[in-house]
């Protein structure tokens, strides 16, 4: 059925030709500074006169048999004929190095003895879109994301936005266009940077040939040491053929951790056995990965996941954290609680030993006092006939009285 639609499509448009001489307008794009080459067939007789028109301007002629006619606007010399073809019926207009200038719509006439033919050309000029870049920034004084592309012509259509959707007053969109001296633009779209959102960009060019989408994602998760972990990495739209790259920074060093290609559906790790994928070959474009019992010192870093296609490309920056299991943070705290208790008891020793030297210091002071004071009293000689004790009665009894 649709076979026969496009058959009768085909004659009617032959029809159309062969009773007019005149053929439906034809689309062309040219790539900026690059050759292009103009359609123009026709049914050679042997004294055709090609005629070429620029918004109805003549820029080329030529009979055939007798070479180049007329070229009054020159068109800078940049277009010529395929003269070595006109007597096979082609009569394309070649231009070289196209650019801005040469957009518009083309006549081709072609008349004879016999008949005229008549076909109209409409030229477009495209630089294509190579690359976009969506980053974060913080040249305003504030972190902002921008989304931009350079050497694009004509200028195209950036879009930038959040998922959720958030009021554009709070994003502060600004968006700037700026064509170099060849005319080729560079686009650059800035929002303020909110906390969890997803920034999706979107460039289209001007003829809506390409339309490119990139998008960023920033996040932060903790985990327990010991505990398998998954890290999210789910692009916003369902890819197909696409790769997959998963790197580790930790302090100023980064390495490419994991890879992985669901054309070929191969994948390497440098990690063997310590990361795998969430979902069985990454399907519909979620890279999440799992980390197999991550350690504290090892695993705890910034993890980056690019997921790429055709034209989109879908990054995710996650910040890992990982605390200590429960054994290892009893065993903390309880050495954090033994380390208190022991400062306070040395403390207590100390204070307590400082008391004993300060009493024993004023202990033997006194003691020091007594012996001197008794020291400096005069000896008293008692007599031995008025009955009092005598130092050698003393001496006699203490030797009576000891043991045999």
Known sequence: M????????????????D?????????????????????????????????WFRQNVLIHSYKHGSGLLDQPDQHNNRTSLFTEVISSGNASLHIQKSG????????????????NSEHFIIVKVEAPIHSVSLETTRLSGFEEVKCSTRDVYPAPRVTLF???AVLPDALQTFTR??????????????????????????????????????????KEI????????????????????????????????????YTYDSLTQLSSSVWKEMVRLVTARGQ??????????????????????????????????????ITPSTAERQSESSTQRWIPATVITCLA???????????????????????????MQPIRVTDTNSGALSEDTCLTEEIANRPA
């Open 2 to 17: 649709a076979a026969a639609h496009s058959w009768t499509c085909l004659i009617l448009v032959w029809i159309i030709a």
């Open 19 to 51: 009773t007019t001489g005149k053929t439906p307008d034809v689309q062309v794009t040219c790539m900026f500074s690059e050759d292009c080459v103009l359609p123009c067939v026709f049914e050679a007789v042997g004294d055709e006169i090609i005629y």
């Open 100 to 115: 801005p200038q040469d957009r518009g719509k083309y006549r081709c006439l072609v008349t004879s003895s016999r008949k």
């Open 177 to 218: 266009k700026r064509a170099d001296k060849q005319d080729r633009y560079s686009v650059e779209s800035k929002i303020r940077k909110l906390n969890d959102l997803t920034y999706i960009c979107l460039v289209q060019s001007f003829y809506r040939s390409q339309t490119w989408r990139t998008s960023l994602q920033e």
């Open 222 to 257: 903790s985990s327990i040491e010991g505990q398998d972990l998954n890290i999210p990495c789910a692009a916003p739209w369902n890819l197909q053929n696409f790769t997959l790259t998963w790197s580790f920074t930790k302090g100023h060093e980064s390495s490419t951790v």
């Open 349 to 375: 020793v100390s204070a307590v030993a400082a008391i004993v030297t300060i009493k024993c210091k004023v202990g033997c002071s006194k003691s020091s006092q007594t012996l001197e004071a008794a020291e």
């Open 162 to 164: 959040t998922e959720p």
């Open 284 to 321: 519909g474009g979620d890279g999440s990965l799992q980390l197999l019992m991550p350690m504290r010192l090892e695993h705890a870093g910034l993890y980056t996941c690019i997921l790429s296609a055709l034209r989109t490309k879908h990054e995710v920056r996650t910040r890992v954290n």
